[in-house]
């Protein structure tokens, strides 16, 4: 009898699954909801970029190519939305 590992689920690689093509971070991945936990925190809403592997490298080219910066899940640090950058700070009297 063997234990099943990551490299036995037939929906992941290594435990992440495709998640499709987001319209401005491009192809995104997202934990695999049959071998690894689904975050507690956004319910596995979060997603990561498949062609970044550098945060900095990829809220870089967010700000500068979009205009843009990615909110990040507190539980798995999956990209949950993305703002505007820089912040708006006008102030409603």
């Not at 995104?28 to 990561?48: D, I, L, S, W």
Request: hydrophobic letters at 35%; aromatic letters at 4%; one cysteine or more.
């Amino acid at each position: 009898m063997t234990t099943p590992t990551a490299s036995d689920c037939a929906l992941c690689i290594d435990g992440v699954t495709p998640a499709g093509t987001h319209p401005v971070i491009g192809p995104v991945v997202k934990p695999c909801p049959t071998c690894v936990f689904v975050c507690p925190t956004c319910t596995g809403k979060g997603v990561f970029p498949a062609t970044q592997h550098c945060l900095h490298c990829f809220t870089t080219d967010l700000a500068t190519s979009h205009r843009l910066a990615p909110v990040l899940c507190a539980g798995c640090h999956g990209v949950i939305a993305l703002i505007p950058y820089p912040p708006s700070r006008e102030v409603t009297p």
